[in-house]
C-alpha cells in the first residue's frame, strides 16, 4: 500500500537543493508524481506530490522536515472532488493598479471557479506611464456559468482591460 502527500517547499535558490529533496525521496522508494517549481528573486518554491510505500512514509517525511536550508510542509492527500466543469484558460492584460488580483480572484469566486493556474507580472513601460500588468490563468468553470458572461466582468473591472481566451 502506498501513501500519498504534497510537500511545499521554499528556500535560497541554491544548485542542488532540488536534488537534495529528490535523493532524500528516492532513498525512501518514493517518487514524484508531479511537481512544479518557480523561481523568483534568489528564492524557490516548489510543490510537488509524493507516493511512497505506506511503511516508508514517516521516515520520508521527517528526512524531509530536517533538510537545512528549506522551509517545508507536507499535507496528506485528500481525494480530489470531482465536479462538472470545463477548462479555461485566460490571458489578461491591463494598466497595473493595486488590487487587481484581488478583485479578480473576488469575481472568480462569486462564480464558482477553481483557479489550477495563476501566473502574473508586472512591467513598467515608461512610454505609458506606469506599470502593464499581464496574466495568465488556468480555471475550472462550474458547467453551470457563462464563461462568455465571466470573461466580460473580468473586462468589465476597469478600462482598458483586454481578456483572451487561449485555446
Do not use: Y
Not at 116 to 122: A, Q, V
Not at 139 to 161: F, G, R, Y
Amino acid at each position: 500500500m502506498s501513501a500519498l502527500f504534497l510537500v511545499t517547499a521554499v528556500g535560497e535558490d541554491k544548485p542542488g537543493t532540488l536534488n537534495r529533496l529528490a535523493d532524500i525521496t528516492h532513498s525512501q522508494q518514493g517518487k514524484w508524481l508531479s511537481s512544479r517549481v518557480v523561481n523568483l528573486d534568489g528564492q524557490f518554491a516548489c510543490i510537488f506530490k509524493v507516493q511512497v510505500p505506506q511503511k516508508n512514509s514517516q521516515t520520508l517525511q521527517d528526512a524531509l522536515l530536517n533538510v537545512d536550508g528549506v522551509q517545508l510542509d507536507i499535507h496528506d492527500c485528500k481525494p480530489a472532488h470531482l465536479s462538472q466543469s470545463e477548462s479555461l484558460h485566460l490571458v489578461i492584460d491591463a494598466e497595473d493598479r493595486p488590487g487587481l488580483i484581488n478583485d479578480i480572484t473576488r469575481l472568480l469566486v462569486g462564480h464558482g471557479v477553481n483557479v489550477n493556474k495563476l501566473e502574473c507580472h508586472r512591467v513598467s513601460v515608461p512610454e505609458a506611464g506606469g506599470n502593464v500588468f499581464t496574466a495568465e490563468l488556468d480555471l475550472m468553470v462550474p458547467d453551470s456559468e457563462n464563461t462568455a458572461s465571466i470573461i466580460a466582468e473580468i473586462e468589465s473591472l476597469q478600462a482598458q482591460m483586454v481578456v483572451n481566451q487561449a485555446h
